[in-house]
């Protein structure tokens, strides 16, 4: 498939003003793989959104409970590795003969 505007699909809705990329939403549900948007006028210029694929995600409890647990795990690995590299820093080692 091409890539090429769909006239038949939902407006695009984007949030301007944000200040990463050329918005904070963009509501590009209705839009299908390889779909291009009409020109977006944003404070930078103008802008051609693109979906260039899609991913079903496990939005169940257990998918929410397991993503929940991935991201603790990963938030105490970077919090032990600050503390130890903090107690390296401060450490005074006395070598004596």
Do not use: H
């Amino acid at each position: 498939m091409t890539p090429s505007a769909a006239p038949d699909r939902a407006p695009l809705a984007v949030t301007m003003g944000e200040p990463a990329g050329i918005g904070g939403e963009v509501a590009l549900k209705a839009w299908l793989a390889g779909e291009v948007s009409p020109p977006v006028r944003s404070g930078n210029g103008i802008a051609l959104l693109m979906v260039c694929e899609r991913d079903e995600r496990d939005t169940s409890e257990e998918g929410r409970k397991r993503v929940e647990r991935q991201l603790r795990a990963e938030r105490l690995a970077a919090e032990s590795r600050r503390y130890l590299r903090d107690l390296r820093r401060t450490a005074f080692v006395d070598v004596r003969r």
